[in-house]
Nanobody, 121 residues
């Protein structure tokens, strides 16, 4: 019933920037948390950033100061502004959201298909 679609990935030079978007659509009553994860070959999936409906934000040290997460609640969309990109940032970036499809139902965890970010000269 809920679909998350990411966009904005691509190839960028070290030191460059990208802006990722993730739009949620379908039967949505509310979205509590939206977040970005990344998965690189040979590495565990890593939480990149999350943002709650109330605006609480967290980043790991690996991206703090370089990445910025934001959301437009009216559009059910989350963004990730990525600056000063490094080759180590190369990964598939995946959107995640906890979504309630009805007022009195528990939230469910939804994932997008991911968008590739490659940082290389």
């Amino acid at each position: 019933q809920v679909r998350l679609v990411e966009s904005g990935g691509g190839l960028v030079q070290p030191g460059g920037s990208l802006r990722l978007s993730c739009a949620a659509s379908g039967s949505i009553f509310s979205i509590n948390v939206m977040s970005w994860y990344r998965q690189a070959p040979g590495k565990q999936r890593e939480l990149v950033a999350y943002i709650t409906t109330g605006g609480s934000i967290n980043y790991p040290d690996s991206v703090k100061g370089r990445f910025t997460i934001s959301r437009d609640n009216a559009k059910n969309t989350v963004y990730l502004q990525m600056n000063s990109l490094k080759p180590e940032d190369t990964a598939v970036y995946v959107c995640n959201a906890y979504v309630r499809v009805a007022a009195l139902t528990p939230p469910s965890d939804y994932w997008g298909q991911g968008t590739q970010v490659t940082v290389s000269s």
